[in-house]
């Protein structure tokens, strides 16, 4: 009997002790969060559409992507699509003002099936039951709502047009694209520079370039490069700040004299045959070009960039 217990005791222990050595069982790893890609925010021009800056400004915030869909769709399951960037085609069904005119699925018209497009950019009516595609923030229409996502904007519907309206799914269009000619007619056409305007312009076109070509010149330490870059910014930077004197803009002449002080100094540098000196002042004249920018420079709808309004000649 006491040969069968030990023998049984032993099998046991055989089993327990490589059980028991064995690491306690982990949980299954968790798949690694995927982050969806940033979109970029297409910039904005004059004319209240928001979201473009000058380089140097603030971080803008990641756009959402657009959400393709049908205006029977919104009309049917609203709430879905609120507050989301839309892209939508439909058929032009009323003009109601003019920035406003309403959209339905098809040409056939029907009863309160509507969308309320606002454009306060507007620059052409589309005609009757034209099929148009409407890029924007699709919302609940409020008036008081409106307000705080449109600039320079007053809104004209009549109190009749509101009260039908309100409540109900707008799109908030930063552009408007007709597709039988591709045009978007919500884009801001600038009016043309004025003299003085591309005077200055030659002026930017001119430190841009020179600016680049000086960095991939002390790269390669091509010393004549320096010089003949240098001598080009030196000159612009000069007429630069003269510009904005006449502009009795402090700001602005503090950044072109601050980059002309480097633009010398880099000169003189190079004419030592200083290096380091040459380099040490080459950072600090892009940073002043890059503040003034992100202050006194804003890009149009067209894609050219101009003097903000309000901080130039205008």
Known sequence: MRQVLAAAFFLVASVAIPYAQQPPPQPPAQP???????????????????????????????????VPVAASTVVNNPDQYIGEMVSLTATVEATLTKSVFSVDQDKTKTVDKDILIIAPTLQNMP???????????LVKFDPDA?????????????P?????????????ATAVVVNSTGVDIAKVIPPPMTPEEL??????????PANTALRAAIDKMDAAAVKEQGAIL??????????????NRPEA????????????????????????????????????????????????????FRIKLGTGSR
């Open 127 to 137: 005609d009757a039951n034209v099929y148009v595609t409407v890029l924007g923030e």
């Open 253 to 304: 002449t503090g950044f072109a004299g601050e980059a002309k002080k480097h633009s010398d100094t880099i000169n003189t540098a190079i004419a030592a045959g200083n290096w380091d000196g040459v380099k040490a002042a080459a950072a600090p004249l892009a940073q002043q070009c890059a503040a003034c920018h992100g202050t006194y420079r804003e890009r149009l709808d067209d894609g050219t």
């Open 32 to 66: 690694p969060q995927q982050t969806p890609p940033a979109t970029q925010t297409p910039p904005a021009g004059r004319g209240g559409r928001g979201g473009r800056g000058g380089d140097g400004g603030a971080p803008v915030a990641p756009a959402k992507p657009l």
């Open 146 to 158: 409106l307000k705080g996502k449109t600039k320079n904007y007053t809104l004209d519907l009549t």
């Open 160 to 172: 009749e047009q509101i009260a039908k309206y309100k409540g109900k799914p707008a799109v908030i």
């Open 234 to 247: 030196a000159t612009a930077f000069t007429k630069t700040e003269a510009y904005w004197k006449t502009k």
């Open 199 to 208: 005077e200055f312009q030659k002026l930017m076109r001119q430190i841009g």
